[in-house]
């Protein structure tokens, strides 16, 4: 698959129910591409094996990952979601946000950031995306 065109998306980061969100500043187009999700580049089984666990550590193989953890990497602030309007895709070792339906001006983005990551950072707190928290109250 041929590396993706990042469309012209206009987005900000804001406060939302788990911190910092990414919030559509204009309708996007479902099968539109936002953003790609950057950083270090950790190459190798021992260096990722050795690498200092953070949450924005983003595995694209058994041996590759994205620490996304700089504040540089606008895609680090699209949060959780059990029901996402995005999802991510790895294309040629690198990683790309794609909506995967219309999401509405003021909407967050978010994406499932699948079981591994979700049953060690986010179900020992308790999920905060809004399908979540609306099934709550």
Request: with cysteine; aromatic share 10%; hydrophobic share 30%.
């Amino acid at each position: 698959m041929p590396i993706p065109k990042i469309g012209d998306v206009k987005y900000k980061v804001k406060k939302s129910n788990a911190g910092l969100g990414i919030f559509a500043v204009e309708p996007i187009k479902r099968g539109t591409w936002i953003i790609e999700y950057v950083g270090k580049i950790i190459n190798g089984k021992k260096e990722v094996e050795d690498y200092p666990e953070n949450k924005y550590l983003f595995e694209t193989s058994k041996t590759r990952m994205i620490d996304g953890s700089a504040r540089s990497n606008t895609a680090r602030y699209i949060n959780h979601s059990c029901k996402p309007n995005c999802e991510v895709d790895i294309i040629g070792g690198r990683v790309f946000v794609k909506a995967i339906k219309r999401i509405e001006a003021g909407q967050e983005l978010n994406y499932d950031y699948g079981k591994e990551y979700t049953d060690e950072y986010i179900k020992p707190y308790g999920c905060r995306c809004v399908p979540c928290k609306t099934k709550e109250n």
